[in-house]
Protein backbone atom coordinates (compact mmCIF):
# COMPACT_ATOMS: atom_id res chain seq x y z
CA UNK A 1 0.00 0.00 0.00
CA UNK A 2 1.27 3.65 -0.88
CA UNK A 3 2.51 5.86 1.83
CA UNK A 4 -0.24 8.09 1.03
CA UNK A 5 -2.99 5.34 1.52
CA UNK A 6 -1.84 4.45 4.66
CA UNK A 7 -1.66 7.90 5.97
CA UNK A 8 -5.08 9.00 4.44
CA UNK A 9 -7.01 5.79 4.63
CA UNK A 10 -10.18 7.34 3.39
CA UNK A 11 -8.44 8.33 -0.02
CA UNK A 12 -9.04 6.32 -3.39
CA UNK A 13 -6.83 5.72 -6.12
CA UNK A 14 -5.65 7.81 -7.75
CA UNK A 15 -4.74 10.38 -5.09
CA UNK A 16 -6.30 13.74 -5.45
CA UNK A 17 -6.79 17.02 -3.23
CA UNK A 18 -8.59 20.40 -3.44
CA UNK A 19 -5.91 23.04 -3.52
CA UNK A 20 -6.14 25.04 -0.25
CA UNK A 21 -7.82 28.56 -2.32
CA UNK A 22 -7.89 31.91 0.18
CA UNK A 23 -11.69 33.07 -0.26
CA UNK A 24 -12.48 30.49 -2.72
CA UNK A 25 -11.95 26.66 -0.67
CA UNK A 26 -15.36 26.43 1.74
CA UNK A 27 -15.64 24.08 4.87
CA UNK A 28 -18.47 22.45 2.58
CA UNK A 29 -16.00 22.32 -0.63
CA UNK A 30 -13.00 20.61 1.60
CA UNK A 31 -15.81 18.22 3.18
CA UNK A 32 -17.27 17.30 0.08
CA UNK A 33 -14.13 16.72 -1.56
CA UNK A 34 -12.70 14.39 1.07
CA UNK A 35 -16.31 12.61 1.52
CA UNK A 36 -15.67 11.38 -2.24
CA UNK A 37 -12.05 10.18 -1.82
CA UNK A 38 -9.75 12.81 -2.30
CA UNK A 39 -8.68 15.24 0.39
CA UNK A 40 -10.20 18.30 0.91
CA UNK A 41 -8.21 21.66 1.53
CA UNK A 42 -9.28 25.03 3.46
CA UNK A 43 -7.04 28.02 3.69
CA UNK A 44 -6.31 29.67 6.88
CA UNK A 45 -5.20 33.32 7.01
CA UNK A 46 -4.50 35.22 10.20
CA UNK A 47 -7.95 35.43 11.58
CA UNK A 48 -8.39 32.40 14.31
CA UNK A 49 -12.02 32.99 15.02
CA UNK A 50 -12.80 32.41 11.29
CA UNK A 51 -10.21 29.94 10.82
CA UNK A 52 -11.75 28.12 13.88
CA UNK A 53 -15.61 28.71 12.29
CA UNK A 54 -14.24 26.64 9.39
CA UNK A 55 -12.42 24.04 11.17
CA UNK A 56 -16.06 23.30 13.69
CA UNK A 57 -18.09 23.53 10.08
CA UNK A 58 -16.01 20.68 8.49
CA UNK A 59 -15.95 18.60 11.77
CA UNK A 60 -19.30 19.02 11.97
CA UNK A 61 -20.42 18.09 8.31
CA UNK A 62 -17.81 15.02 8.61
CA UNK A 63 -18.90 13.52 12.36
CA UNK A 64 -21.65 11.15 10.67
CA UNK A 65 -19.10 10.32 8.03
CA UNK A 66 -18.46 6.70 7.69
CA UNK A 67 -16.39 6.71 5.20
CA UNK A 68 -13.78 9.39 6.44
CA UNK A 69 -14.47 8.52 9.94
CA UNK A 70 -13.44 4.46 8.75
CA UNK A 71 -9.95 4.55 10.39
CA UNK A 72 -11.61 5.69 13.62
CA UNK A 73 -8.42 8.21 14.84
CA UNK A 74 -9.36 11.86 15.83
CA UNK A 75 -7.88 12.75 13.08
CA UNK A 76 -9.77 15.39 10.60
CA UNK A 77 -9.78 14.39 7.19
CA UNK A 78 -9.22 17.36 5.74
CA UNK A 79 -5.97 19.56 5.25
CA UNK A 80 -5.30 23.44 5.93
CA UNK A 81 -3.03 25.62 3.69
CA UNK A 82 -1.36 28.96 4.53
CA UNK A 83 0.48 31.69 2.61
CA UNK A 84 3.24 31.76 5.11
CA UNK A 85 4.20 35.24 4.56
CA UNK A 86 0.81 36.79 5.69
CA UNK A 87 -0.06 34.00 7.93
CA UNK A 88 0.29 33.31 11.79
CA UNK A 89 2.25 30.51 13.64
CA UNK A 90 0.26 30.84 16.53
CA UNK A 91 -3.08 31.12 14.60
CA UNK A 92 -1.95 27.17 13.26
CA UNK A 93 -1.02 26.09 16.16
CA UNK A 94 -3.85 26.64 18.32
CA UNK A 95 -5.73 25.34 15.25
CA UNK A 96 -4.15 22.11 14.75
CA UNK A 97 -4.19 21.79 18.74
CA UNK A 98 -7.72 21.73 18.86
CA UNK A 99 -8.93 20.55 15.15
CA UNK A 100 -6.16 17.89 14.22
CA UNK A 101 -6.03 18.31 10.67
CA UNK A 102 -5.08 15.10 8.56
CA UNK A 103 -2.30 17.54 6.78
CA UNK A 104 -0.95 21.25 6.86
CA UNK A 105 0.17 22.79 3.53
CA UNK A 106 3.01 25.85 3.91
CA UNK A 107 3.31 28.05 1.02
CA UNK A 108 5.06 31.13 0.26
CA UNK A 109 7.36 31.83 2.89
CA UNK A 110 8.81 35.31 3.36
CA UNK A 111 12.19 33.96 4.32
CA UNK A 112 12.55 30.15 4.27
CA UNK A 113 13.75 29.56 7.32
CA UNK A 114 9.81 29.92 8.07
CA UNK A 115 9.56 26.40 6.66
CA UNK A 116 11.36 24.51 9.49
CA UNK A 117 9.95 27.06 12.65
CA UNK A 118 6.53 26.09 11.29
CA UNK A 119 6.62 22.67 10.43
CA UNK A 120 8.93 21.89 13.62
CA UNK A 121 5.79 23.76 15.60
CA UNK A 122 3.27 21.99 13.75
CA UNK A 123 4.28 18.78 14.57
CA UNK A 124 4.86 19.24 17.84
CA UNK A 125 1.67 20.48 18.04
CA UNK A 126 -0.22 17.72 16.76
CA UNK A 127 2.17 15.24 18.64
CA UNK A 128 3.33 14.37 14.59
CA UNK A 129 -0.18 13.30 14.02
CA UNK A 130 -0.62 15.77 11.09
CA UNK A 131 1.42 16.04 8.31
CA UNK A 132 2.91 18.64 6.78
CA UNK A 133 2.72 19.51 3.12
CA UNK A 134 5.01 22.10 1.19
CA UNK A 135 3.71 23.35 -2.11
CA UNK A 136 7.03 25.12 -4.61
CA UNK A 137 7.53 25.87 -7.63
CA UNK A 138 10.93 25.61 -8.31
CA UNK A 139 13.78 22.59 -8.02
CA UNK A 140 15.68 24.49 -6.01
CA UNK A 141 12.95 25.60 -3.51
CA UNK A 142 12.03 21.54 -3.37
CA UNK A 143 15.90 21.49 -2.60
CA UNK A 144 15.29 23.86 0.43
CA UNK A 145 12.22 22.70 1.31
CA UNK A 146 13.60 18.88 2.00
CA UNK A 147 16.83 20.25 3.81
CA UNK A 148 15.10 22.67 6.28
CA UNK A 149 11.69 20.46 7.12
CA UNK A 150 11.68 17.12 5.52
CA UNK A 151 7.93 17.45 4.29
CA UNK A 152 5.77 14.36 4.38
CA UNK A 153 4.63 15.27 0.37
CA UNK A 154 5.57 18.13 -1.40
CA UNK A 155 3.00 19.55 -3.72
CA UNK A 156 5.03 20.57 -7.01
CA UNK A 157 3.03 23.67 -8.58
CA UNK A 158 3.50 23.76 -12.36
CA UNK A 159 3.74 27.57 -14.21
CA UNK A 160 -0.14 26.89 -15.48
CA UNK A 161 -1.31 27.05 -11.87
CA UNK A 162 -4.35 29.71 -11.46
CA UNK A 163 -3.46 31.84 -8.36
CA UNK A 164 -0.14 32.77 -7.28
CA UNK A 165 3.03 30.87 -7.79
CA UNK A 166 6.34 32.08 -8.94
CA UNK A 167 7.10 34.54 -12.15
CA UNK A 168 9.87 32.20 -13.24
CA UNK A 169 8.32 28.58 -13.45
CA UNK A 170 8.66 25.72 -15.74
CA UNK A 171 5.64 23.33 -16.84
CA UNK A 172 4.66 20.63 -14.42
CA UNK A 173 5.56 18.49 -17.06
CA UNK A 174 9.57 18.89 -16.28
CA UNK A 175 9.21 20.49 -12.86
CA UNK A 176 7.47 16.94 -11.24
CA UNK A 177 10.34 14.60 -12.72
CA UNK A 178 13.48 16.64 -12.16
CA UNK A 179 12.30 17.28 -8.18
CA UNK A 180 11.70 13.36 -8.49
CA UNK A 181 15.71 12.72 -10.18
CA UNK A 182 16.69 15.00 -7.18
CA UNK A 183 14.66 13.30 -4.18
CA UNK A 184 15.80 10.09 -6.04
CA UNK A 185 19.57 10.87 -5.93
CA UNK A 186 19.89 12.44 -2.75
CA UNK A 187 16.73 10.79 -0.18
CA UNK A 188 15.61 7.68 -1.81
CA UNK A 189 12.05 7.70 -2.70
CA UNK A 190 10.69 8.57 0.63
CA UNK A 191 9.00 12.02 -0.20
CA UNK A 192 5.85 11.25 -2.39
CA UNK A 193 5.22 14.50 -4.53
CA UNK A 194 1.97 15.55 -6.19
CA UNK A 195 1.79 17.77 -8.88
CA UNK A 196 0.02 20.90 -9.31
CA UNK A 197 -0.82 23.28 -12.05
CA UNK A 198 -2.74 22.63 -15.36
CA UNK A 199 -4.59 19.61 -14.26
CA UNK A 200 -8.33 19.38 -14.80
CA UNK A 201 -9.57 16.37 -15.68
CA UNK A 202 -8.52 12.33 -15.26
CA UNK A 203 -6.07 12.43 -18.18
CA UNK A 204 -4.18 15.52 -16.32
CA UNK A 205 -4.02 13.07 -13.39
CA UNK A 206 -2.79 10.42 -15.02
CA UNK A 207 -0.31 12.11 -16.89
CA UNK A 208 1.19 13.44 -13.33
CA UNK A 209 1.44 9.87 -12.53
CA UNK A 210 3.57 8.81 -15.61
CA UNK A 211 5.91 11.93 -14.27
CA UNK A 212 6.08 9.93 -11.02
CA UNK A 213 3.62 11.75 -8.68
CA UNK A 214 2.11 9.84 -6.36
CA UNK A 215 -1.45 12.04 -7.05
CA UNK A 216 -2.55 15.23 -8.31
CA UNK A 217 -4.06 19.14 -6.86
CA UNK A 218 -6.38 20.47 -8.78
CA UNK A 219 -7.78 24.47 -8.18
CA UNK A 220 -9.10 26.05 -10.90
CA UNK A 221 -11.84 22.98 -11.75
CA UNK A 222 -13.19 23.22 -7.84
CA UNK A 223 -13.54 27.14 -8.43
CA UNK A 224 -16.21 25.60 -10.70
CA UNK A 225 -17.33 23.19 -8.31
CA UNK A 226 -20.94 23.85 -6.82
CA UNK A 227 -19.50 24.71 -3.26
CA UNK A 228 -16.50 27.25 -3.77
CA UNK A 229 -17.03 30.20 -2.45
CA UNK A 230 -16.58 32.41 -5.34
CA UNK A 231 -18.98 34.96 -7.35
CA UNK A 232 -21.13 33.74 -9.78
CA UNK A 233 -20.03 36.13 -12.04
CA UNK A 234 -16.23 34.48 -11.36
CA UNK A 235 -17.91 30.58 -12.06
CA UNK A 236 -19.31 32.02 -15.45
CA UNK A 237 -16.18 33.68 -16.77
CA UNK A 238 -14.44 30.43 -15.81
CA UNK A 239 -16.94 28.49 -17.87
CA UNK A 240 -16.51 30.64 -21.21
CA UNK A 241 -13.08 31.01 -21.12
CA UNK A 242 -11.28 28.87 -23.44
CA UNK A 243 -6.80 28.52 -24.81
CA UNK A 244 -5.72 29.57 -21.52
CA UNK A 245 -2.27 29.93 -22.80
CA UNK A 246 -3.67 33.32 -24.65
CA UNK A 247 -6.91 34.26 -21.99
CA UNK A 248 -4.75 34.25 -18.79
CA UNK A 249 -1.61 35.85 -17.82
CA UNK A 250 0.74 36.16 -14.83
CA UNK A 251 0.97 39.18 -13.05
CA UNK A 252 1.59 41.19 -9.94
CA UNK A 253 -1.83 43.55 -11.50
CA UNK A 254 -4.20 41.41 -9.14
CA UNK A 255 -2.33 42.02 -6.03
CA UNK A 256 -1.89 45.65 -6.93
CA UNK A 257 -5.91 46.31 -7.80
CA UNK A 258 -6.55 44.40 -4.35
CA UNK A 259 -4.02 45.92 -2.75
CA UNK A 260 -2.66 42.77 -1.01
CA UNK A 261 0.83 44.05 0.19
CA UNK A 262 3.51 41.16 1.03
CA UNK A 263 3.83 38.37 -1.04
CA UNK A 264 7.06 37.21 -1.48
CA UNK A 265 8.86 39.80 -4.25
CA UNK A 266 9.12 36.61 -6.90
CA UNK A 267 5.67 35.70 -6.78
CA UNK A 268 2.97 36.91 -9.35
CA UNK A 269 -0.68 35.54 -10.17
CA UNK A 270 -2.47 33.91 -12.86
CA UNK A 271 -5.66 35.29 -13.75
CA UNK A 272 -8.44 35.65 -16.74
CA UNK A 273 -6.88 38.64 -18.71
CA UNK A 274 -9.33 41.49 -18.98
CA UNK A 275 -9.68 45.25 -19.12
CA UNK A 276 -7.52 45.66 -16.23
CA UNK A 277 -4.39 44.31 -18.10
CA UNK A 278 -5.49 46.16 -21.18
CA UNK A 279 -5.55 49.47 -19.21
CA UNK A 280 -2.05 48.77 -17.71
CA UNK A 281 -0.48 48.07 -20.37
CA UNK A 282 -1.90 50.83 -22.43
CA UNK A 283 -0.06 53.16 -20.06
CA UNK A 284 -3.22 53.86 -17.21
CA UNK A 285 -1.24 54.65 -13.89
CA UNK A 286 -1.92 52.32 -10.60
CA UNK A 287 -3.78 54.48 -9.05
CA UNK A 288 -6.30 55.26 -12.27
CA UNK A 289 -6.72 51.39 -12.52
CA UNK A 290 -7.22 50.73 -8.76
CA UNK A 291 -9.67 53.59 -8.56
CA UNK A 292 -11.51 51.91 -11.61
CA UNK A 293 -11.41 48.61 -10.39
CA UNK A 294 -13.23 49.76 -6.88
CA UNK A 295 -15.76 51.15 -9.01
CA UNK A 296 -16.72 48.08 -10.36
CA UNK A 297 -16.26 45.69 -7.78
CA UNK A 298 -19.49 47.81 -5.91
CA UNK A 299 -21.74 46.60 -9.02
CA UNK A 300 -21.33 43.20 -8.30
CA UNK A 301 -21.68 40.61 -10.70
CA UNK A 302 -21.96 42.52 -13.62
CA UNK A 303 -18.40 43.62 -13.76
CA UNK A 304 -17.04 39.91 -14.67
CA UNK A 305 -15.65 39.45 -18.07
CA UNK A 306 -13.17 40.50 -20.62
CA UNK A 307 -14.25 43.78 -20.52
CA UNK A 308 -14.52 43.86 -16.81
CA UNK A 309 -11.89 44.76 -14.11
CA UNK A 310 -12.49 41.76 -11.90
CA UNK A 311 -9.78 39.59 -10.15
CA UNK A 312 -9.99 36.63 -11.80
CA UNK A 313 -7.71 34.06 -10.95
CA UNK A 314 -7.42 30.76 -13.42
CA UNK A 315 -4.85 28.43 -14.47
CA UNK A 316 -4.08 27.73 -18.53
CA UNK A 317 -6.62 24.87 -17.84
CA UNK A 318 -9.41 26.91 -17.99
CA UNK A 319 -10.60 25.94 -21.03
CA UNK A 320 -11.39 22.42 -19.95
CA UNK A 321 -13.79 23.61 -17.47
CA UNK A 322 -17.23 23.12 -18.45
CA UNK A 323 -19.53 22.66 -16.13
CA UNK A 324 -20.49 23.66 -12.31
CA UNK A 325 -20.86 20.41 -10.47
CA UNK A 326 -20.66 19.37 -6.82
CA UNK A 327 -17.25 18.98 -5.49
CA UNK A 328 -17.80 15.24 -4.91
CA UNK A 329 -18.97 14.73 -8.89
CA UNK A 330 -15.80 16.17 -9.76
CA UNK A 331 -13.71 13.96 -7.73
CA UNK A 332 -15.74 11.09 -8.93
CA UNK A 333 -15.46 11.69 -12.80
CA UNK A 334 -11.75 12.52 -12.42
CA UNK A 335 -11.28 9.38 -10.46
CA UNK A 336 -12.53 7.42 -13.73
CA UNK A 337 -11.56 9.06 -15.79
CA UNK A 338 -8.08 8.74 -14.78
CA UNK A 339 -8.66 5.41 -14.67
CA UNK A 340 -9.40 5.03 -18.84
CA UNK A 341 -6.31 7.30 -19.45
CA UNK A 342 -4.39 5.51 -18.08
CA UNK A 343 -5.86 2.21 -20.01
CA UNK A 344 -5.81 4.15 -23.25
CA UNK A 345 -2.08 4.89 -22.43
CA UNK A 346 -0.91 1.31 -21.65
CA UNK A 347 -3.35 0.22 -24.67
CA UNK A 348 -1.42 2.86 -26.93
CA UNK A 349 1.88 1.12 -25.51
CA UNK A 350 1.07 -2.22 -26.68
CA UNK A 351 -0.05 -1.41 -30.06
CA UNK A 352 3.77 0.04 -30.09
CA UNK A 353 5.37 -3.49 -29.14
CA UNK A 354 6.02 -4.93 -32.48
CA UNK A 355 7.92 -2.10 -33.85
CA UNK A 356 10.26 -2.40 -31.18
CA UNK A 357 11.07 -5.45 -32.44
CA UNK A 358 11.77 -4.16 -36.03
C1 LIG B 1 -8.30 31.19 -6.75
C2 LIG B 1 -7.07 30.50 -6.28
C3 LIG B 1 -6.63 30.72 -4.98
C4 LIG B 1 -5.49 30.07 -4.52
N1 LIG B 1 -5.10 30.27 -3.22
C5 LIG B 1 -4.06 29.56 -2.73
C6 LIG B 1 -3.75 29.64 -1.34
O1 LIG B 1 -4.42 30.35 -0.57
N2 LIG B 1 -2.70 28.91 -0.87
C7 LIG B 1 -1.97 28.08 -1.71
O2 LIG B 1 -1.06 27.42 -1.23
N3 LIG B 1 -2.26 28.00 -3.03
C8 LIG B 1 -3.28 28.70 -3.56
N4 LIG B 1 -3.59 28.58 -4.89
C9 LIG B 1 -2.75 27.75 -5.79
C10 LIG B 1 -3.09 26.28 -5.66
O3 LIG B 1 -2.53 25.78 -4.47
C11 LIG B 1 -2.59 25.40 -6.81
O4 LIG B 1 -1.20 25.48 -6.93
C12 LIG B 1 -3.19 25.73 -8.17
O5 LIG B 1 -4.55 26.02 -8.09
C13 LIG B 1 -2.99 24.54 -9.11
O6 LIG B 1 -3.21 24.90 -10.42
P1 LIG B 1 -4.63 24.83 -11.16
O7 LIG B 1 -5.35 26.04 -10.69
O8 LIG B 1 -4.25 24.88 -12.60
O9 LIG B 1 -5.31 23.57 -10.75
C14 LIG B 1 -4.75 29.21 -5.39
C15 LIG B 1 -5.22 28.98 -6.68
C16 LIG B 1 -6.36 29.60 -7.13
C17 LIG B 1 -6.84 29.31 -8.53
Known amino acids: MSLLRIHYPWTKAPFLASAPMLGAATPALAASVSKAGGIGF ?51 VSAVKKHL ?12 RQLQEWSRELRTASQEKTKIWIQVGTVQDAKRAVELAAPDVLVLQGSDAGGHGHKRSASTVTLVPEVIDYLASRHGASIPVLAAGGIMDGRGVASAIALGAAGAVM ?28 STGRSTLPDRLKQTVGWPEHFDGRALLNKGHEDEQAGLSDAENVALYKQELAQGDDSWGAHGRMVTYAGTGVGLVKEIKPAAEIVREVHMSARKATQNAAESLRDSEPHSKL
Open 42 to 92: LAGSANSDALDKDLQQVASILAQDRTTKANGSDILPIGLGFQLWGAKLSVA
Open 219 to 246: GTRFLAATEAGIAKGWQKELLKATDGGV
Open 101 to 112: PAVVWLFAPSDE
